[in-house]
């Protein structure tokens, strides 16, 4: 059974510093992972969706990786800004299914 | 092109009563999944459908709990007799038909109250 876990819990930063977010998991089996971001009383928006058989993905100022091998993934924000606090999702998928497995999440506040 | 559409975006129900949500997926997706949010916990996967079929049920409560998506219209998740731990934030997703492991598109979210 895959177990997903994201710590730390909560993290806050000051403005123009960069994030990086961690997500492991125990199923090496995993088909891809995606990340999100939750705002407050909010729906979830999907950031960077990463296949099995990629080391990494880029958009803009995010950059999120993948290890197999040791079950984990990070998520980079690189100048954070005050508009990126939120809570921050991973999810993965197992090659067998179509449910995504999340993490319980990481809260982010940016300080300006 | 709209996104996932789900209503009501908050409802209240008294305990005993019965709860319908309703998830209208992205046009051309035929692939709608639920999931829960529980207050102070991460989001956990309930049951998986395609039109009139349920693909994966595994992460439904077996009783009070029921789910369908017709050949028209939405997916409706039902939430029969009510209790106050059913109080929880609820995510519809879609995805297209054409690559099963593609990216999930959420919903907004049904925000159920129950008192």
Known sequence: ?112 | NAGVMQNPRHLVRRRGQEARLRCSPMKGHSHVYWYRQLPEEGLKFMVYLQKENIIDESGMPKERFSAEFPKEGPSILRIQQVVRGDSAAYFCASSPPTAIQETQYFGPGTRLLVL
Do not use: H, M
């Open chain 1, 1 to 112: 059974k895959q177990e997903v876990t994201q710590i730390p819990a909560a993290l806050s930063v000051p403005e123009g510093e960069n994030l990086v977010l961690n997500c492991s998991f125990t199923d090496s089996a995993i088909y891809n992972l995606q990340w999100f971001r939750q705002d407050p009383g909010k729906g979830l928006t999907s950031l960077l969706l990463i296949q099995s058989s990629q080391r990494e993905q880029t958009s803009g100022r995010l950059n999120a990786s993948l290890d197999k091998s040791s079950g984990r993934s990070t998520l980079y924000i690189a100048a954070s800004q005050p508009g990126d606090s939120a809570t921050y999702l991973c999810a993965g998928r197992k090659a067998a299914g179509n449910k995504l497995t999340f993490g319980g999440g990481t809260r982010v506040l940016v300080k300006p």
